[in-house]
């Protein structure tokens, strides 16, 4: 009997000496970055604009105020009724369209002279926003997330102006 429990803990002590050994030879999992990569950022983008196709107008409003927001000059165009109807109306027919080109367009805002990238919990929080029926529900959900990007472009200037 005490060779028998000297085998069993003998065996369960190699067992552990050799799951430990194991472990170490095992390389460790890398963590997700805390922000999106470049190919994350333009996927999250293609999302965004996929998702807004069914509500142009009001995703259209929200980035009108916050580009207002951020723009004195803009904002104060944007006082002009008759302005303001024109860019709605132009804009809600581009978020329409946005949808099949996206890709293209988000390549291009997804770079970092447009903003730092997002980060890695707002991918969570935009699919609460599309889940939301109420149009402009979803817009004051999505705005918070999307600011940053126009604060960014506004204290550094749009790419390619000096």
Known sequence: MQNTLFRIAMGAALALVAC?????????????????????????????????AACPLEFTKMNLDLRAKYSPEFAQMMQDPAMRQAAETEGAAETKADAANARAQCSEFAKPEWGAPQPRTDLAKLDACYAMTNCAAQMQCIAPIVEPRFAYRAAHGQPGQH
């Open 20 to 52: 430990r050994h194991q472990a170490s030879t095992t390389a460790p999992a890398t963590p997700p970055s805390a922000t999106l990569s470049q190919a994350e950022m333009v996927d999250l983008c293609v999302n965004l604009h996929t998702n807004v």
